[in-house]
C-alpha cells in the first residue's frame, strides 16, 4: 500500500511509480469515483474514441490507399481483438 501526504493546500503528488502503475504521464487526466463508504476509486482517464477523432489519423503518413473492402475487412478484424 502506498501512503500519500496532503500539503496545507489540499493537495497530493504521486509517486512516479504509482502513475506508472495507472499509465499516467504528464499531462494526462485522472478520475476519481468517490464511493459511499468513504473511499476513492482512482483511474487514468481515457477519453471516449469518437469517429472524428479516427479521420485522418494516417492522413499524410502513408502513400498507400486502401479500398473500402479493405478498410471495412481491417475494422472487422479490430472488432474482434484480431491484428
Known sequence: MTTLTITAK???T???DVLQHLGIKPGD???LDLLPDGR???KAARPAATIKGFCGLLAGRTKKVATIE????????????KK
Open 10 to 12: 489540499g493537495q497530493v
Open 14 to 16: 504521486f509517486r512516479k
Open 29 to 31: 487526466k485522472i478520475e
Open 40 to 42: 476513492g476509486l482512482l
Open 70 to 81: 479493405e478498410i471495412s475487412a481491417a475494422m472487422a478484424q479490430g472488432w474482434a481483438g
